[in-house]
C-alpha cells in the first residue's frame, strides 16, 4: 500500500471516529460497583436467616449438650473411682466412655452437615435476592452496568452497596408489616 494511500485511510478513519465522538460523549455509560460480601453480611434477610438456622437446630444443640454433660459426669466419676474399681468395671466404664465419645462425635458431625445443608440453602436465597435488588436498582436508576466481583478498587462514588442494602433493608421492613398485619 502506498504512502498517500495509508494516510488517506488514516484520515477517513480519523474522520469517522471523530464524526462518531459526540455520539458516545452525549451519553457516557452509567457504572457501578457493589460489595455482595458485604451485603451477605448485613443484610437484614442474613441475620433473620441465621435466626431461623439457630432456632431450627437448638433442639438437636441441646441434646448434643446434654450428652457431653453426661460424658463428663462419667470421666470425672471414673476418674474419682478409678481406684476401687476392678479391672472388669475399669474397662467396662471406659467402653462407656468411648462409646458416648463416638457417639457425641458421629452426632456433632451429622449436625455439622446439616447445619451446612440449610446454610447453603439460605445462603442461595440472599444470594437470589441480592441479586435481584441490583437488578431493581440497576433498573430504575438506568445503570449500563453493575460490577460485583473481582473488584480490586472503587470509588465511593461509584459503590452501590450501600443503595443495595437500604433496599434490602426497606423490603425486609415491608416483608415484617405484611405478616404483621
Known amino acids: 500500500m502506498s504512502?498517500?494511500?495509508?494516510?488517506?485511510a488514516m484520515a477517513m478513519t480519523a474522520v469517522f471516529l471523530f464524526s462518531?465522538?459526540?455520539?458516545?460523549?452525549?451519553?457516557?455509560?452509567?457504572?457501578?460497583?457493589?460489595?455482595?460480601?458485604?451485603?451477605?453480611?448485613?443484610?437484614?434477610?442474613?441475620k433473620a436467616a441465621n435466626k431461623?438456622?439457630?432456632?431450627e437446630f437448638a433442639p438437636q444443640q441441646q441434646?448434643?449438650?446434654?450428652?457431653i454433660r453426661k460424658l463428663e459426669r462419667l470421666q470425672a466419676d471414673y476418674q474419682k473411682n478409678a481406684l476401687t474399681l476392678t479391672a472388669e468395671q475399669k474397662s467396662a466404664k471406659e467402653r462407656e466412655v468411648a462409646m458416648l465419645t463416638r457417639e457425641i462425635q458421629r452426632r456433632r458431625a451429622d449436625l455439622q452437615e446439616l447445619v451446612n445443608l440449610r446454610r447453603?440453602?439460605?445462603?442461595?436465597?440472599?444470594?437470589a435476592l441480592?441479586?435481584?435488588?441490583?437488578?431493581?436498582?440497576g433498573q430504575q436508576e438506568h445503570y449500563d452496568l453493575i460490577l460485583y466481583d473481582g473488584i480490586a478498587f472503587?470509588?465511593?462514588?461509584?459503590d452501590l452497596t450501600p443503595k443495595i442494602l437500604a433496599y434490602l433493608k426497606q423490603l425486609q421492613?415491608?416483608?415484617?408489616?405484611?405478616?404483621?398485619?
Open 20 to 46: 462518531a465522538l459526540p455520539v458516545w460523549a452525549a451519553e457516557p455509560a452509567k457504572v457501578g460497583v457493589v460489595n455482595v460480601n458485604l451485603l451477605i453480611q448485613q443484610a437484614p434477610q442474613a
Open 173 to 181: 421492613k415491608r416483608k415484617k408489616a405484611a405478616f404483621n398485619q
Open 154 to 158: 472503587s470509588s465511593k462514588r461509584i
Open 120 to 127: 447453603n440453602e439460605e445462603l442461595a436465597k440472599l444470594q
Open 130 to 137: 441480592i441479586n435481584q435488588a441490583i437488578r431493581d436498582i
Open 63 to 67: 441434646q448434643l449438650q446434654k450428652l
Open 3 to 8: 504512502l498517500s494511500r495509508m494516510l488517506h
Open 52 to 55: 431461623r438456622l439457630e432456632k
